[in-house]
């Protein structure tokens, strides 16, 4: 299914000016980064401000994309909490929408298990999902970093099927190195995307997509055709600008070029606030817009 799919986006969720999802916003939104190189979606993602969305927001979300996509592309929804019965409770209901494909479940946050905690939450929602689920390692947002070793011992697991790891390359090193071929392992640092794909992972999962999805699907095209020298100046160039669209809490920075480009996705949810007109002029500065 992801074999493919080096290219996956964190879609954002465009919201309208009364705060409410805009569907139409998303399916431009979604066509846009179909042509240019997306080859899959975490839809209600870190990315989507699903921490401000409510159950229903989330399905019906969920719902929407799944007929905009149309069978194009996997889809992997977000359904992770720090609540092991609610994740497991929410997951079998997104498994109802026909046309998703994996669902995200993030390391738990703010109650911070230790790695012997991590395992049982995670091998307790395997066995009550109907889907397949992928590990979203993200210690930055969690404040707790799932080990190496964790992730491997659980990648052993036949429901558990893939892991989002925002760490350290070597992390990601070792992650490829010691789990199962088809066992997908995508970085979720933009800056990482093409020395993930150099070391043997899936590609990445990325919020860059959104503006420099053409780019990327150029970088990737000439590693795959031995072209080095290439992809590794097309890396260079977009790791400044990669970096800028978290300079500010996210998705503030990439909704702000969205906006800017013209796919009207709107602003952010609180707490998050879009950026001022000082922010955006930095911003732009720095994408070379």
Same mark, same amino acid.
């Given at each position: 299914?992801?074999?493919?799919?080096?290219?996956?986006?964190?879609?954002?969720?465009?919201?309208?000016?009364?705060q409410q999802i805009d569907f139409?916003?998303?399916?431009?939104?979604?066509?846009?980064?179909?042509?240019?190189?997306?080859?899959?979606?975490?839809?209600?993602?870190?990315?989507?401000?699903?921490?401000?969305?409510?159950?229903?927001?989330?399905?019906?979300?969920?719902?929407?994309?799944?007929?905009?996509?149309?069978?194009r592309v996997p889809i992997i929804?977000?359904?992770?909490?720090?609540?092991?019965?609610?994740?497991?409770?929410?997951?079998?209901?997104?498994?109802?929408?026909?046309?998703?494909?994996?669902?995200?479940?993030? @390391?738990?946050? #703010? %109650?911070? /298990?230790?790695?012997? *905690?991590?395992?049982?939450?995670? =091998? !307790?929602?395997?066995?009550? $999902?109907?889907?397949? @689920?992928?590990? #979203? %390692?993200? /210690?930055?947002?969690? *404040?707790?970093?799932?080990?190496? =070793? !964790?992730?491997?011992?659980? $990648?052993?697991?036949?429901?558990?099927?893939?892991?989002?790891?925002?760490?350290?390359?070597?992390?990601?090193?070792?992650?490829?190195?010691?789990?199962?071929?088809?066992?997908?392992?995508?970085?979720?640092?933009?800056?990482?995307?093409?020395?993930?794909?150099?070391?043997?992972?899936?590609?990445?999962?990325?919020?860059?997509?959104?503006?420099?999805?053409?780019?990327?699907?150029?970088?990737?095209?000439?590693?795959?055709?031995?072209?080095?020298?290439?992809?590794?100046?097309?890396?260079?160039?977009?790791?400044?600008?990669?970096?800028?669209?978290?300079?500010?809490?996210?998705?503030?920075?990439?909704?702000?070029?969205?906006?800017?480009?013209?796919?009207?996705?709107?602003?952010?949810?609180?707490?998050?606030?879009?950026?001022?007109?000082?922010?955006?002029?930095?911003?732009?500065?720095?994408?070379?817009?």
């Open positions: 299914m992801f074999e493919n799919a080096d290219l996956m986006t964190a879609i954002i969720t465009p919201f309208d000016e009364d139409e916003a998303l399916e431009k939104l979604t066509e846009h980064l179909l042509a240019t190189g997306s080859k899959g979606f975490v839809i209600g993602g870190t990315t989507g401000e699903t921490p401000t969305l409510t159950e229903t927001e989330k399905l019906a979300l969920y719902r929407k994309f799944v007929e905009i996509v149309n069978g929804a977000g359904v992770g909490s720090n609540n092991t019965a609610g994740t497991i409770d929410f997951i079998n209901k997104v498994a109802q929408i026909d046309g998703i494909d994996m669902a995200l479940v993030v @390391v738990p946050y #703010y %109650n911070k /298990p230790n790695q012997r *905690g991590m395992i049982a939450h995670f =091998e !307790t929602i395997a066995k009550n $999902s109907p889907l397949p @689920v992928m590990i #979203y %390692n993200i /210690p930055g947002r969690t *404040g707790v970093l799932m080990a190496k =070793e !964790t992730v491997v011992q659980l $990648s052993k697991n036949q429901n558990i099927q893939g892991v989002k790891q925002c760490n350290t390359l070597e992390d990601l090193e070792y992650i490829v190195e010691h789990t199962d071929p088809k066992f997908n392992v995508y970085s979720g640092e933009d800056t990482q995307a093409l020395f993930a794909k150099v070391i043997g992972a899936n590609g990445v999962i990325s919020v860059a997509s959104h503006v420099y999805g053409n780019d990327m699907t150029e970088m990737f095209k000439a590693l795959d055709e031995g072209n080095y020298q290439i992809a590794g100046r097309i890396q260079r160039q977009l790791t400044p600008k990669m970096q800028a669209l978290f300079m500010y809490p996210s998705p503030s920075p990439v909704k702000a070029a969205l906006n800017h480009l013209g796919y009207a996705v709107g602003g952010c949810r609180l707490p998050i606030l879009p950026l001022n007109k000082e922010e955006q002029d930095i911003l732009f500065e720095k994408l070379d817009f």
